[in-house]
């Protein structure tokens, strides 16, 4: 298994710049989430490392192994596709023992190989070895597919289809595996289960994997870093609290979860916070700046509902209730504060009232909360 | 392993070799047969690739070339008069065509005309009919002794009622034996012509007649003009009718070039034939391209919407009897060819005087080489074609190679006579002395129906997502192993199609087979053209139903096979 070392990469297609000042360095046995609206580059960045495209400049370095001149079959990289492709003329074992057979036909004589040919486009005709069938066979059982070896793969649901893919992609013990958005085809439910799976599996084997999606809570709820990716460039790379706490740019703020985002001017500081004007409000930060112009970032849930208790957070505001909206657990308040408008989240019980449309509450942020950008 | 080594052992070697292929027999002897159009001498193009001495005459050559034969084309009586009788013919045929099946069109897009399925299926057997045999049919039928010309002179007529040796016998034979090609495309151009407009004529009171000449009609145009001019390019370039019936003083373009070579020995004579018509056949072919260019297939794409059917019978009735009779000529053609191979003798009576197997009997024992000359180098040229078409169309399809797919539209544009001319001369001496032999014989074969090969491979490739060969590569196979173990078989239906194809026409074949066979590998359309000139006419009908029966199986499969191919899609 190895760590993936990218660094400068850049590619363009005829002339346009899709990818540019891309660097990676993914550990041995992480879990690492390339995360980006649609067109961003993800997939290019996936199959640059794969080996499908190659990089106009820059160094892809697989396990300290710099692969410029490495075809894509022989990086080791274990792939998983958004569409699984699977092979349809196949069944669940021949898909899985696809990779196996390879490696027979790499190392064996003449006639041996013959029969491993034979075997690829008609597996009655010549059988497999003890230990493909073994691994095979073990492979399947850990992904719970065992009594659909012999399906053939149109036979299967959505989510056992996922699961083949898998398999065939792990049975070659690849040094990193890749899966460009792999549940993007699964309903919601299933998405849950395959996420558990996924990520069960990529602590067991402690298998470095590289997850391209474009769907934060996927990102945030399985990986143990995330790069964020816009226009072709990485804006910021962190685990997941990291990116949720300190984001360093709006978009993140507004990508990875959800923020409420002011813009201001720093006019001035006391006892170590920075005072930021923003219209006709003042609100104080615990973060420090040299900027004059700055972003202020609050997350909805960090904005607190003072009802009628004590003012004790710093910042406090009056606001008009324009929208409330129950989800579940938490009330989003939608409050016109003079002339901004903002997000509130705050927690709900049973038993407590929503507060009516239209109506004057006070609320209050503390400094700590405020991000500046 | 270095990855540009790697390539260049696999698929790029493969590519390199196609291309090879291609240069070889296919760029080199059009070229050259263009060359020696000038030199008047046929030119030793490898020869001088290995040779000095060679290189020297063949430079010496070209510095003498002259325009003589470009002069005799256009003043010297014989070649002029058969290209404009050539051009004639296509043309008469492609109108006569063009009449024949508006009705028969229209009566099938649109009526409810009693015996549609019948008529519709009766259609296609013209087209699994080599047109040596129905040329040859016609003799029978309407020849000095033939059945036709018995019951005209029973009423009252005097000789043959049409002469089966002249321009018109070719026309009328070309034309109820092509006119299946126009039928398709004509039956789809009524169908996709605006019906709303139709209806909008008719809401504003114009009549039905009307409103067919007014709206109909015109809308159907492009389509038409464009069929006319398919047949035109399959008139020109055939060579079975006109060889069997034209008559010593016709003159026509391919005949003339076919004796030029093999009587005469004429080598700038047939080149400069060769020349033109593929002149004439590139010129037409750029017609049809054009005119289907500004075609708008949105109407094709769309929701097909309901035509509603004519019911009317004093309409309906008189279009059944009508393509009735159109399709009735053929088949009476290809009844007349079997009774004649199970006929003891046939003289100027409706009916043979007996009927006996022996015919059968003499072709299974002293013409069963023949059979098997047909069956092994139409398997040899369906497995060269196969091979040939799957990696062109997995080239064309995931490398874009816009090259090949230029190159394997040639062969349809070059008539088979041409290509048989520019091969011969081409490969007639050492280094390369191949003409005689079945392999070139086989490339022949294959070159000139790769096109409709690679027309059904390249599909189902397209069919074939990127990602499934990628996934292969992925998991450690080269991109040669991946092609091999996951895009070849999944391919395997197309090509199962294709090879049916190539196999039915390569049986079917005249002008090739013809012009290039060695007696020792004389196939059966050869073995049929003989006995047809030798008038040895009963074992040529036995031989032509065999042929007949051959294809008509194998038509059958391949329509089964290409029924079940949309399952990956
Ligand atoms: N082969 C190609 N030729 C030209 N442009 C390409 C090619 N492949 C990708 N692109 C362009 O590169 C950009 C990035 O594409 P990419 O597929 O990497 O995006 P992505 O982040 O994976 O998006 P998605 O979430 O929609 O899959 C896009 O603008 C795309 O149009
Ligand atoms: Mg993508």
Known sequence: MGSVLIEQLRKDFSGLTVLQDINLDIKEGEFFALLGPSGCGKTTTMRCIAGFETPTSGTIKIGDKNVANLAPNERNCGMVFQSYALFPHMNVFDNVAYS?????????????????????????????????ERKVMDILEYVELTEHAKKLTSELSGGQQQRVALARALVMEPEVLLMDEPLSNLDLKLRHTMRNTIRRIQQDLKITTIFVTHDQ???????????????????????????????????IADFVGTSNILSGKVVGSEKG??????????????????????????????????????????????????????????????????EHQLLIDTTYESGDSIKKNGSTIRLGVSPERVLLI | MNKFKQNFMGLGLIKLLIYGFFLLFLIIPLLSVFLVAFTDEPINVFGSLVSWEQMQITIDQLKNATLDNFKAMFTYGSYFRGLINSLKLSLIVSLWVLIICIPIAYGIARTKMPFKRTISALCTVPLVIPTFISAYAFII??????????????????????????MTGIAIVQIFFFFPYALWPMVAAFKISDISLEEASRNMGSRGWLTFITVTFPLALPGMLSTLLVIFAVSFSDFGTPIILAPNDLNLIVVDAYREISGFFNWGGAAILTVIMIAVAGVVYWL?????????????????KQVKLNKNKALTIPLTIFSGIVVLIPILAMITVFLQSIATTWGRDPLPSGYT?????????????????SLVLAGGALILSAVIATFVSYFVVRQRSTTLDFMTTIPLIVPGIAFGIALIQTFNTAPLQLTGTALILIIAYSIRRLPYMVR????????????I???????????????????????????????????????KETSVSILMAPAEWAPMSLAIFQNVLRAEYYSAAAMSVILVIIVLVLQAIANKLSGGNKSHE
Not at chain 1, 239 to 250: G, I
Not at chain 2, 288 to 304: A, C, E, I, T
């Open chain 2, 357 to 373: 197997f022996d015919h059968y009997r003499t072709i299974f024992t002293s013409s069963l080489g023949n059979i098997q000359n």
């Open chain 1, 273 to 338: 916070e920075t005072i930021v004007q923003i219209g006709n409000q003042q609100i104080k930060s615990s973060a420090q700046t040299d900027k004059k112009d700055v972003q202020v970032i609050i997350r909805p849930e960090n904005i607190n509902v003072l009802n009628g208790a004590p003012d004790n957070f710093g910042n406090s505001f009056e606001g008009t209730i324009h929208l409330a909206t129950y989800l579940g657990s938490i009330v989003r308040y939608d409050v016109r504060v003079g």
């Open chain 2, 469 to 507: 060969e990628e996934a292969a590569v992925s998991l450690g196979a080269s991109t040669l192993t991946a092609a091999t173990t996951v895009v070849g078989p999944l391919m395997l239906p197309g090509i199962a199609a294709g090879s049916i194809l190539v196999f039915v026409t390569v049986i």
């Open chain 2, 288 to 304: 049809q391209n054009y005119l289907l260019k500004d075609k708008n297939y949105d109407v094709l794409s769309g929701k097909p």
């Open chain 1, 217 to 251: 809570e996927e990102a945030m709820s399985m990986a143990d870093r995330i790069a964020v990716m816009k226009d072709g460039k990485i804006l910021q790379v962190g685990t997941p609290t990291d990116l949720y706490s300190n984001p360093n740019t709006p978009f």
């Open chain 2, 141 to 166: 039928m309407f020849g000095r002794s033939g059945w036709v010309t018995y019951i005209y002179e029973k009423m009252g007529g005097e000789g043959m009622l049409i002469d089966p040796y002249s």
């Open chain 2, 456 to 467: 059904s491979t390249v599909g189902t490739m397209r069919a074939i997502k990127q990602d």
């Open chain 1, 100 to 132: 196996l057979n390879i490696k027979e036909l790499k190392k064996s004589n003449f006639f041996k190989k013959a029969g491993v040919y034979t075997r690829m486009l008609n597996s009655k005709i010549v059988k497999y070895p003890q230990h493909i």
